[in-house]
């Protein structure tokens, strides 16, 4: 089983519209993550002979890339009926101010502040993904990415939530599709 990922952003996803070039440094790094941390979740051996091809594309970038499109890779695996040991939800805290913030946005992001973006096994509290873009002292570290497990528990919460409800609606659907066969 091969998983290959491609990360891309969108010419117009920022407000600066500078032309980027497909495979630069910054878009391999994140399609390399994304791609060790579902293979980190796929059960491959289940399929052998078998490839499995992300294509995430950012139509507008406001902090937090990494993190939405691991969540959106996590949902549409699921959705597409991959087997997975378990889901992988991402999230990033940072520190600004002398205070732990939540899911940064663009202007957080850029104020200098350390940022961590973490991605985990839900169920196993298992961590796919630790990212830092700066040194953070320990104790900060350890309160930040506290946070950051938090919002992906609650990331993982509200994807299960949905993926419920979208079988539910498709078991409604099938239900109701086979009623007007007979």
Known sequence: MQVRCE????????GDRRRKPKGDRRSTEISL?????????????LM???QI???VQV?????????ACTNAATLALADAGIPMRDIV???SAGYLCSK???DLNYLEDSAGGPDVTVGILAKKDKVTILQMDAKLPMDTFEDVMGLSID???ANATYIREVLLENTKRLECNKWITSTQLV
Do not use: N, W
């Open 7 to 14: 990360y891309r952003m969108a010419e117009f996803s920022t």
């Open 33 to 45: 993550v994304i791609r060790q941390t579902m293979e980190a979740s796929i059960l491959t051996h």
């Open 48 to 50: 052998p002979r078998s």
């Open 53 to 55: 091809y992300i294509f």
């Open 59 to 67: 139509l507008q970038a406001d902090g937090g890339t990494r993190s």
């Open 89 to 91: 939800t991402s999230c």
């Open 100 to 102: 732990p913030l939540l």
């Open 151 to 153: 919002g992906c528990k």
